[in-house]
């Protein structure tokens, strides 16, 4: 009868073992598979960076409870983004409050990080024909990280500053 038991225990820990081991591995592999889907879209300039809490350079930090995001493909950048701190101009529609702008005129610089990791610099034009469609943003700074969160700092020039965390996706076609 003991010896019994010991051999039902002894196979069980096997399995317990054995199950561990395929779950880290597993693990590993979604994780190396999720590196490998970032760097791709990023790569390839067709992601959506979705913003999930605001960090105004005055006043307090809120989390953002609708959708809000900033778009990249290699043609065209869309940011439709909420704006919290000093503005020194006011919008001629107060609807259009925000940072809300689609540019097809931008630069874009992608830089490999030192713990991985990417930091992206677009820097709109204003070859655009409507040059009110980007306003006044200057300069956009993405840091993503390998597992897929990033921050967006937005720089205006007659706004302050604001960033902005959240998490970078595929664009959805």
Known sequence: MKF??????????AFISIN??????SRKDKKAAQ???????VEA????????YALPSRG???SLTSDYDFVVSKDTIIAYLPYF???YTAPYNPTEGGIKFTNTHFSYVSKAGKKG??????????KDKNISDWRDVQILTLSI???????????SSNRDPISFNGTIEARKK
Request: charged letters at 15%; aromatic letters at 6%.
């Open 60 to 62: 307090s930090s809120r």
């Open 117 to 126: 990791g990417w930091t992206v610099t677009i820097k709109p034009t204003g």
């Open 20 to 25: 561990t081991v395929n779950a880290q591995t």
């Open 145 to 155: 990280s390998t597992d897929g969160y990033a921050s967006l700092q937005v720089i």
């Open 85 to 87: 701190g000093r503005a």
């Open 35 to 41: 590196v490998a889907e970032i760097k791709t879209i």
């Open 45 to 52: 300039q067709n992601y959506v960076f979705k913003a999930n």
């Open 4 to 13: 019994l038991n010991k051999i039902t225990v002894l196979i069980a820990l």
